[in-house]
């Protein structure tokens, strides 16, 4: 059973920094295509951040230069560190994961292309 599991969100103020991390238990693909989105209420989940089993990463354009993903082998944990954070950054997270043999692996992936949640972790960005 594949788990995934978010801490790290947190309240900050503008200009400061957070890093996510996503624990991941029971994946036995040989592939993967990871993704950090985040969703306001009302508002359509987007991704932000994507890499895969590769190493090669995508990043949504609002977040390029400040957000950098990475993913620990070793540990079987994904990061999301967020610098330079704005009021436009508060949301919900979730990492997503999914053996990506049948999707175009980047940022702008739909949703539905994840097999794999966790349950959020919450960012709030005050000015």
């Known amino acids: 059973q594949v788990q995934l599991v978010e801490s790290g969100g947190g309240s900050v103020q503008v200009g400061e920094s957070l890093r996510l991390s996503c624990a991941i238990s029971?994946?036995?693909?040989?592939?993967?295509?990871m993704t950090w989105f985040r969703e306001v209420p009302g508002e359509t989940r987007e991704g932000v951040a994507t890499?895969?089993?590769?190493?090669?990463?995508t990043y949504e354009d609002s977040v390029k230069s400040r957000f950098t993903i990475t993913y620990d082998n070793a540990k079987n944990t994904l990061f999301l560190q967020m610098n330079s954070l704005k009021p436009d950054d508060t949301a919900m997270y979730y990492c997503?994961?999914?053996?990506?043999?049948?999707?175009?692996?980047?940022?702008?992936?739909?949703?539905?292309?994840?097999?794999?949640w966790g349950q959020g972790t919450q960012v709030t960005v005050s000015s």
């Open positions: 029971g994946y036995t693909y040989n592939s993967f295509c």
């Open positions: 997503a994961a999914d053996p990506g043999d049948d999707m175009y692996c980047y940022s702008g992936a739909d949703r539905d292309e994840y097999k794999y």
């Open positions: 890499i895969d089993s590769g190493g090669s990463t």
